[in-house]
């Protein structure tokens, strides 16, 4: 009898722990006890604690996308090898940039081809002020003889016929 006396306590133990968990301690740890007879005189409890559930990751999985192209640089083509305004791209092409574009138009009177020498064809002629250039007489003559017509007449003062 005295066994059976050690069950009962120990399932009624059982069952007064379980009816006073609450919700909170269930979602903490969940606990489950067993009430196991290993002979007739002696009853032994056995508790068993579930792991936590596991972490959540917060590390985003790595991008499967690739890395965008690298951005197309240039850089102006050096003046004894290409014309003014050539750029070299760093993709192997050339094209032309404005902001490698050196020329700059002659204004007035200019040694151009910096020999010393201000040349007939360096000469600004009458738009500034000086005596015609070689190419307005013959522009002019043009005009008068009527193989040239047009603006250009009307620059140098001739009637277009």
């Known amino acids: 009898m005295r066994s059976s006396t050690l069950l009962a306590v120990a399932a009624s133990f059982v069952l007064l722990t379980a009816g006073c968990s609450s919700a909170a301690d269930e979602t903490e740890t969940s ?3 067993s009430v196991t007879a290993i002979s007739s005189e002696t009853a032994v409890t056995e508790s068993t604690t579930a792991a936590p559930p ?3 990751s917060t590390v985003a ?3 499967t996308e690739p890395p965008p192209p690298a951005p197309i640089t240039f850089v102006c083509g050096d003046l004894s090898l290409y014309q003014s305004g050539t750029a070299l791209y ?7 940039e404005a902001s490698c574009d050196t020329y700059v138009p002659p204004t007035g009177s200019q040694d151009q081809n910096g020999d010393g020498v201000i040349s007939g064809f360096e000469r600004c002629g009458t738009i500034c002020g000086e005596e015609p250039t070689s190419g307005e007489i013959q522009t002019q003559h043009g005009c008068e003889q009527g193989y040239i017509t047009g ?3 009307d620059d140098v003062g001739q009637p277009q016929p």
Do not use: R
């Open 90 to 96: 760093s993709d192997g092409t050339t094209g032309y």
């Open 61 to 63: 999985p790595p991008s």
């Open 151 to 153: 603006p250009l007449c």
């Open 54 to 56: 596991p972490a959540t």
């Open 31 to 33: 606990t489950s006890s």
